[in-house]
């Protein structure tokens, strides 16, 4: 069975200071992982995406997470937090060669403050 | 501009009355998604399609229906066996199960 955790419903960072959004998986395959942010009343938009090439994966918007086996993690980041990134963040998990199936974390809501 | 669309944005609906969302994609993907979405829950997976006129139940199909009778149509029918239904729903695409999905803009549903 697969599942995912994001650490912290809410993170609060100061414009200018680094983003991390934190997220663990459980997964009994190779997985896939991704991040997508969400705007409120809107879809979901693909942020990026690990499928086993390179651990440390670069995004859209200057955000890159890095895939741990060891500790099971895919953790969000960004150097330099901006207005505009306030939203809410999504880890989801997926296994290879299966249905599509995506397993979602409950979400992280980042607030940006001036 | 290739993409997913998902009608109405807002949707009011009586108890008792069954109610269909609308998702179309014209990017001539295989397989599609349909996700409920609840404050503080993240997304769960309703029905989804791998392929025209077929479809299998997700994780919380119960009072909802699906058909996929073309490939760029996946709509979604809310029953009004559906205990909960106030939820904001999001339709998905991927080129074959198991490939990165994205999304369409949401239904939001309310039960008056």
């Known amino acids: 069975a697969q599942s995912v955790t994001q650490l912290g419903s809410h993170v609060s960072v100061s414009e200018g200071a680094l983003v991390l959004l934190r997220c663990n998986y459980s997964?009994?395959?190779?997985?896939?992982l991704f991040w997508y942010v969400q705007y409120p009343n809107q879809g979901l938009q693909l942020l990026l995406k690990?499928?086993?090439?390179?651990?440390l994966v670069k995004g859209i918007n200057g955000f890159e997470a890095e895939f741990k086996k060891s500790e099971t993690s895919f953790h969000l980041t960004k150097p330099s937090a901006h207005m505009s990134d306030a939203a809410e963040y999504f880890c989801?998990?997926?296994?290879?060669?299966?249905?599509?199936?995506?397993?979602f974390g409950q979400g992280t809501t980042l607030q940006v403050k001036p | 501009d290739g993409g997913i669309t998902q009608s109405p944005k807002y949707l009011f609906r009586k108890e008792g009355q069954n109610v269909t969302l609308s998702c179309e994609q014209n990017?001539?993907?295989?397989?599609m998604y349909w996700y409920r979405q609840d404050p503080g829950q993240g997304l769960r997976l309703i029905y989804y399609?791998?392929?025209?006129?077929?479809?299998q139940k997700g994780d919380i199909a119960e009072g909802y229906s699906v058909s996929r009778e073309k490939k760029e149509s996946f709509p979604l029918t809310v029953t009004s066996a559906q205990k909960n239904p106030t939820a904001f729903y999001l339709c998905?695409?991927?080129?074959?199960?198991?490939?990165?999905?994205?999304f369409g803009p949401g239904t939001r549903l309310t039960v008056l």
């Open positions: 998905a695409s991927s080129i074959q199960g198991g490939d990165t999905q994205y």
């Open positions: 997964s009994s395959v190779p997985p896939y």
């Open positions: 690990y499928t086993s090439a390179a651990t």
């Open positions: 989801a998990v997926s296994g290879r060669g299966n249905t599509g199936k995506l397993i």
């Open positions: 990017l001539n993907h295989d397989a």
């Open positions: 399609s791998q392929i025209v006129n077929d479809f």
